[in-house]
């Protein structure tokens, strides 16, 4: 039978294509377990395998997709049987493996997680990876010490994925949060999801000639990297943590020690793509119990594979605001 799905294809001359397709299941990549895809959502990396930016897809022609939600429709793998809903983020799925652009999956059973009770598969797919990076983001500062109360947790890249999915979860959680954007335009949308406060970018765009400012967060979750990070550093309280996520303002860190060594603060990297089942299982509990669902609903566009090639585009430009819900099936 065939099952609908955005395929990607790289010409002789480079140039990348995208089209949505009618494929033979016979052409779906080995794998224990096999899944009817219910929804899958876009994330920044999604953008770069859309467009064949970054060089992660490898092998064309390829079905991107790093998330996928839905319910197993075979299994040779004795952890899961028909009809088990499951969610898959990372382990390079919709980079060198066929992903969730697609109305099937075929996947290896270590890179599944049961989905956590009383969560939909939808639900789970507005979260997808930033989701779960938010949280793990948030499990790591907790685990460091932040407890509500403490003081304000700055979240950067606010109206971004990983940023909508962090202040929505630090707010449910009793946290203050203050939001950093470069988009004015958000920030109703932004108090709506929880910020209590809403910090221009260009304040903190540029590191300080200071090694050390004015103690400030209690805690951090930083989607941006580069000069921004290091700022922040410089802001954090003594003994508290920013817990590092993405790297949309750069790679590079220009920071200075003085902070590490004179306040004790930590700088904590945080990895969705490999992280082992038992971090998984828990931040998705975690998700299940604490998220807002109406939070979900704020920050959510739903959309069919037609829209995506487009889409991809925006979101590595900084054009898309929030979660970008994939039904395959639309």
């Known amino acids: 039978m065939s099952f609908k799905a955005l395929v990607v294809s790289k010409s002789e001359d480079g140039a990348i294509s995208q089209a949505v397709e009618a494929l033979d299941e016979a052409r779906l990549p080995p794998g224990d377990v096999e899944i009817a895809v219910e929804y899958s959502c876009l994330n920044y990396k999604d953008g770069l395998c859309l467009t064949g930016a970054g060089g992660l897809v490898r092998t064309y022609p390829h ?14 793998d004795a952890r899961y049987s028909p009809g088990d809903r499951v969610v898959l983020t990372g382990w390079r799925v919709g980079e060198v493996w066929w992903g969730g ?23 789970a797919m507005i ?35 990983v940023g909508s999915v962090a202040i929505a979860l630090l707010a449910a959680s009793g946290y203050e949060t203050a939001a950093v954007t470069g988009r004015p335009e958000t920030e109703d949308y932004l108090r709506s999801l929880g910020a209590s406060r809403i910090i221009p970018r260009q304040e903190l765009a540029e590191v300080s000639r200071k090694p050390l400012e004015a103690e400030t967060w209690a805690g951090a979750i930083d989607a941006v990297g580069g000069a921004m990070l290091a700022r922040l550093i410089g802001q954090l309280r003594y003994g508290s943590s920013v817990a590092a996520v993405g790297l949309a303002g750069g790679a590079q860190l220009p920071a200075s020690v003085v902070p590490f060594l004179l306040r004790g603060v930590n700088l904590l990297g945080i990895d969705s793509v490999m992280r082992p089942y038992a971090d998984r299982v828990q931040a ?47």
């Open 63 to 76: 079905v991107p997709g790093i998330d996928l939600a839905g319910t197993v429709l075979s299994s040779s």
């Open 284 to 330: 998705w509990s975690r998700i299940a119990s604490d998220l807002p669902r109406a939070a979900l609903g704020a920050m959510v566009t739903e959309v069919g594979l037609e829209a995506l090639p487009a889409l991809g585009a925006s979101i590595l430009a900084g054009g898309v605001r929030g979660r970008i819900l994939v039904n395959p099936s639309a």
């Open 101 to 123: 652009y697609a109305q099937k999956a075929r996947v290896k059973a270590d890179w599944l997680v049961p989905l956590p009770a009383g969560l939909s598969t939808r639900e």
């Open 127 to 161: 979260c997808g990876t930033a989701g779960l990076t938010a949280m793990l983001a948030l499990l790591a500062l907790e685990a460091h010490g932040l407890k509500p109360g403490a003081g304000p947790v700055l979240v950067t890249g606010a109206a971004g994925g």
